[in-house]
């Protein structure tokens, strides 16, 4: 079974410009959360989506938000970029079912400047 | 509101020696434990977790953890490293109604191994 897929691997932007990263989940999860990974704040929750709707959102500005398809891939975006976004993206599914644990994939590097 | 606190930023071992990574939690309700690995350039691999019953908990790899709800911890121990074990490793706590979701992890602890 494939793992979780993060694209693209690797991002430059420049600030205040926006940016759009992807995430196709493990078949068959429905459930799909999105966190960052800084040197400085380590790994932060950003948002789990399930089923096309948020159903947990961490404490970060509005510049930040997700949506996720029917076929449960999901997409996160950042408007107006600042240098701090620089971070490592980490996208995880999850069966909806009991304590499934997450499953994260490679990650999304984003490097604003 | 939960936190986690690794006591260790960096545990240096040689090759076949055991190893401890130290985890603390705080939190006023019910949580489930996971502990996760990560190599350079990789995503999170979940290495074991607790959710309920047995206090000792053994995952993948030949590591173990034990859960102590008095001292508020859940250690990561394994008895012989090697060479390839050295990563970063991440404790995390989520709340028994977030059901494995919104973890809140720890600053991690990176593991050294050396010949």
């Known amino acids: 079974k494939a793992g979780v897929t993060q694209t693209p691997r690797y991002l430059i932007k420049t600030r205040g410009q926006q940016v759009t990263l992807s995430c196709s989940p493990i078949?068959?999860?429905?459930?799909v959360s999105w966190y960052q990974q800084t040197p400085g704040q380590g790994l932060q929750f950003l948002f789990e989506?399930?089923?096309?709707?948020?159903?947990n959102k961490g404490n970060f500005p509005g510049r930040f938000s997700g949506r996720q398809f029917s076929n449960s891939r999901s997409e996160m975006n950042v408007s107006t970029l600042e240098l701090g976004d620089s971070a490592l993206y980490l996208c995880?599914?999850?069966?909806?079912?009991?304590?499934?644990?997450?499953?994260f994939g490679n990650g999304t590097r984003l490097t604003v400047t | 509101a939960q936190s986690v606190t690794q006591l260790d930023s960096q545990v240096p071992v040689f090759e076949e020696a055991p190893v401890e990574l130290r985890c603390n939690y705080s939190?006023?309700?019910?949580?489930?434990l996971f502990w996760y690995v990560q190599y350079p350039n990789q995503g999170l691999q979940l290495l074991l977790k607790y959710l309920s019953g047995s206090t000792l908990v053994k995952g993948i790899n030949g590591f173990e953890a034990e859960f102590n709800k008095s001292q508020t911890s859940f250690h990561l121990r394994k008895p012989s490293v090697h060479i390839s074990d050295t990563a970063e490793y991440f404790c995390?706590?989520?709340?028994?109604?977030?059901?494995?979701?919104?973890?809140?992890f720890g600053k991690g602890t990176t593991l050294s191994v050396s010949s």
């Open positions: 078949s068959g999860h429905r459930s």
């Open positions: 995390a706590v989520s709340t028994a109604n977030q059901a494995g979701t919104a973890l809140i």
């Open positions: 995880a599914s999850r069966q909806d079912r009991g304590n499934s644990p997450l499953h």
């Open positions: 989506y399930f089923s096309e709707t948020q159903r």
């Open positions: 939190s006023s309700v019910s949580v489930y």
